[in-house]
């Protein structure tokens, strides 16, 4: 190609227009430029390693579940079978019947959401009323507090086992209770016992100590102070007061950290074992948690069969599949809040 | 002339002190919105650490019919932990030495992860869903029910058994093996120790991908967190991303390693799943919660030690922004 040929040429069509024509390369060479080089060689290379490792992962992930949905439709002679894998050959319902009549899912279900929800609703919004607290004003002891926070979070709770029992089982405030309850005021000697009721819960939960509330306290604050001060202050000059503010305004804008946050104090509270162990000992408040069983009538069919361990532990996984399925459907729902959240948070150094 | 002087003043006078207010007023409704926690604080949190605390120094007599007796006893609780129980202290040392090989394995993992998830391509949201999932669901019975899951277990073990070549191993193979790993780890001049290192956290990777994912949360958003000027800056200049990576990124989110590290710390030993937890609420069940809570304690007591030398070592090699 000659100098000539690579000049533009220009045609004036009328008064205003002009029309520019370039001399193309051919496809051929253009395309050789475009795709044999080290560059895009080496991008190529970056996605097809980025990805396999992503879906490897994914699938490491996503196998339990997959073994488990899959097994949960067997019947007994499929785990037997040793050409059955991941496909059941006799498909079968049997499991699901038993596990969702026998015992006793939807009470348990309206129990957990009920509490699930009360518990995330209260979290959140404490949570982000005391990161709001902590990331906006000055005031002395503000780092106390904060490291506080940070205390209860260090302290596992594991530790505080017994006492925990025992001061919802008499449950009193430095023996005021006692003593109101002495002059004749409350009904309450040695205190009142919260076991068995939904207050262990909602109490830890309206003063911040809930399970990983440290955390969730920590995210908000770091949430709170990568908003800017002028929109609160522009508030301010409107006359509106500071819890107004935070209602109005603040909390709108936070609403994807507001959802993560709800998404981990939901599910977990959901999933937990530890506390629902500790608060609820009676078969009467039925939890998801304390869900899990044989079904007495699979029992009764197949104990004697030859794959009966390998059944029951299908059984129990369809416990666990049951109990985490209306998740997975919040999840769905919610992800795109989580990721939102994420990339709006912007969390920074100090 | 008088006039103005005492206009001045009255109009000055007033004004300092609406400042002062301002200010209190602001640190009144600071202590209005953490009144909750500072509440809940003094009321539940200190009386349960001081009673569990206590508790530990305590022998409790249950007396029949309702009610219980205690009985102060010193160290003795401590004592019986460390020097009567056997295998208390091997447990603690295991779990220790467990957590010292996890830790460093989870952050650099939840860190690659994030840069990797923080990239632009194809299903990034679809990717991101996935990865999120035991954290939102493996907690709790999740992890009761996996642990003792014989399905998947065995649905491994004839997996493996049939890509066998029938050399009579009946041992079940991880997803990479320590002979091959180290064959590549000797031309590379690194230790057999490195290699077994690698090879144990691979083979974990679905315990290592369960408990990142917190860490892994907090690690993109700080990436988000960077802006997108510096790295224009830096590509003007002709970095690479390998340069780019440990003289941008890795500065800027060195607040959230020492964030994450200490997080994991707390998180690996608070779990059911963690060894030392195990030997504690079993301690309870056996022997009484007096010597649980004492070895309970204890526990506690060195892992904030734990979280005190990370926290110090860290912060010597945290870099701080500086806004002006």
């Not at chain 1, 609703?121 to 002395?140: D, E, H, N, W």
């Not at chain 1, 780092?143 to 025992?166: C, D, E, Y």
């Not at chain 2, 679809?126 to 996996?146: D, L, W, Y």
Request: one cysteine or more.
């Amino acid at each position: 190609m000659n100098a000539e040929m690579n000049k533009p040429r220009v045609k004036r069509e009328s008064r205003n227009r002009i029309r520019v024509d370039f001399d193309r390369s051919p496809l051929k060479e253009r395309l050789k430029a475009k795709f044999l080089n080290w560059y895009f060689l080496q991008k190529i290379l970056l996605t097809i390693f980025r990805l396999v490792l992503l879906i490897g992962i994914s699938y490491v992930v996503l196998y339990p579940f997959i073994t488990k949905i899959s097994a949960s439709f067997m019947s007994v002679s499929d785990f037997v079978d040793t050409t059955v894998r991941l496909i059941p050959k006799h498909f079968s319902l049997e499991i699901y019947r038993g596990v969702l009549t026998e015992l006793n899912y939807a009470g348990s279900l309206m129990n957990t959401f009920f509490l699930s929800t009360a518990a995330g609703v209260i979290q959140t919004f404490i949570c982000a009323l005391i990161g709001y607290g902590l990331a906006k004003f000055k005031f002395k002891g503000n780092k106390v507090v904060f490291i506080l926070v940070i205390l209860t979070m260090v302290i596992p709770h594991g530790t505080l086992h017994f006492a925990m029992f025992m001061k919802f089982r008499f449950f009193d405030i430095y023996g005021v209770f006692n003593l109101l309850s002495k002059a004749g005021i409350m009904k309450a000697v040695g205190g009142i016992n919260l076991i068995n009721t939904f207050w262990p819960l909602m109490l830890m939960s309206l003063t911040g100590l809930a399970f990983k509330n440290g955390l969730y306290i920590f995210l908000m604050r770091q949430f709170f102070r990568g908003l800017p001060d002028e929109l609160e202050e522009s508030a301010y000059l409107d006359g509106s007061n500071t819890l107004r503010t935070f209602v109005s305004i603040i909390l709108p804008l936070s609403i994807p950290m507001l959802v993560t946050v709800f998404l981990f104090a939901f599910c977990w509270q959901w999933t937990d074992t530890f506390y629902s162990g500790i608060f609820f000992n009676s078969t009467k408040v039925k939890l998801l948690t304390n869900f899990i069983d044989t079904p007495k009538s699979l029992a009764r069919a197949y104990k004697a069969s030859p794959g009966w361990d390998m059944y029951n532990s299908s059984i129990i996984n369809t416990c666990g599949l049951v109990i985490i399925f209306p998740l997975v459907i919040l999840y769905v729902f919610l992800q795109n809040f989580l990721v939102q959240g994420i990339e709006r948070s912007g969390l920074t150094a100090s | 002339m008088t006039q103005e002087v005492k206009l001045q003043n009255s109009a000055s006078k007033p004004k300092k002190k609406r400042i002062a207010s301002l200010d209190k007023r602001k640190a009144r409704a600071g202590w209005f919105f953490v009144l909750p926690f500072v509440l809940g604080f003094v009321c539940i949190y200190v009386p349960m650490v001081w009673n569990s605390l206590t508790m530990s120094f305590q022998e409790i007599t249950i007396i029949q019919g309702g009610g219980y007796s205690t009985e102060w006893v010193g160290w003795a609780n401590y004592y019986d932990a460390f020097f009567k129980d056997t295998e208390f202290v091997q447990t603690l040392l295991t779990g220790l030495a467990n957590m010292a090989f996890e830790i460093p394995a989870i952050l650099v993992f939840s860190l690659f992860m994030a840069v990797l998830l923080n990239q632009k391509m194809m299903g990034r949201a679809a990717f991101r869903a996935i990865f999120f999932v035991p954290v939102i669901i493996s907690t709790g019975i999740m992890e009761t029910v996996q642990a003792n899951d014989l399905v998947n277990k065995y649905l491994e073990e004839t997996q493996n058994t049939g890509i066998d070549d029938g050399s009579g191993q009946q041992v079940t193979e991880g997803i990479v093996s320590l002979f091959e790993v180290e064959r590549l780890f000797e031309m590379m001049q690194f230790g057999r120790g490195l290699a077994v290192y690698v090879v144990t956290m691979v083979n974990n990777i679905f315990n290592l991908v369960n408990r990142s994912g917190v860490q892994m949360l907090i690690f993109l958003s700080a990436l988000q967190g960077i802006s997108p000027a510096i790295y224009e800056a830096c590509k003007i200049d002709g970095a690479t991303t390998w340069e780019t990576f440990w003289k941008i990124t890795f500065p800027m989110i060195s607040p959230m390693i020492l964030v994450n590290a200490i997080y994991t710390v707390i998180d690996s030993f608070t779990t059911n799943s963690n060894i030392v937890m195990m030997y504690i609420n079993d301690a309870y069940s056996k022997s009484g919660e007096e010597i649980s809570s004492a070895m309970a304690w204890t526990y506690f007591f060195i892992i904030f030690l734990v979280v005190g030398i990370i926290a110090g070592i860290c912060s010597a090699f945290v870099f701080y922004q500086r806004r002006d």
